[in-house]
């Protein structure tokens, strides 16, 4: 319990702190069809096999649905990247056609993530030789999607571009399943010493094509 609490303690810091390292916390600037709408910054903590990660999403200089969505999340659990085994999540998340504020445990022989280690597994830097390949299942408490990725191009020596698909499972309306079931991606790595870093990364969404890019 200490170390939770002291890695959710640090990781305050890191939000707040004018500049961080890139191993430990990721912004990106976020664009709707090419206009900037606002900023997403994850951040993750580890000490050993123990993590803790805070993501935050806010738009600026909007009017109307979209000036609604935002997001704060955050999550605690155990192992390294990109085998994150989560064990408690937090949320309050607003889409704009949905608001929500819940609490997740997740039991250890769960095998499911929370949306926002999902974040992290496919977005934070990591070690050059772990490359992107990621397969799991998001639960936020009521809805399930299942989460690919694959290299589709390049190599972790140099750059390396990659593509997966978020695909609704469960918890979703009628109405949800009928307006999109899957959402296509893009992720672009860049070589940084020892580190892939997440410079570009492109998605279908409900609002439209966004693109987040590494500020």
Known sequence: MRKSLGLVMALGLLLAAPAMSENTRADFGV???GVPVGQMI??????GTAYAAKGEFRTTGLVGLLA???FTMSAHGIGTMPELRPRGYVEDVDTGYRASAV???????DSRIDPLTG???ALID?????GCAFEGQTFDGKRA???RIRPAAGSPENSLTCTGKLTRLSGYTDAEMAEAVTFPFSIHFERTGEKLVAMRADIDTIHGKVALLRR
Do not use: E, H, W, Y
Request: hydrophobic share 50%.
């Open 68 to 70: 609604r969505v935002r």
């Open 31 to 33: 664009r709707l069809f």
């Open 42 to 47: 994850l951040a993750k903590n580890a000490d």
């Open 103 to 109: 609490q997740v445990r997740f039991a250890p022989s």
């Open 119 to 121: 974040l992290i597994a």
């Open 126 to 130: 990591r070690d050059a030789g772990t």
């Open 145 to 147: 999607m299942r989460v």
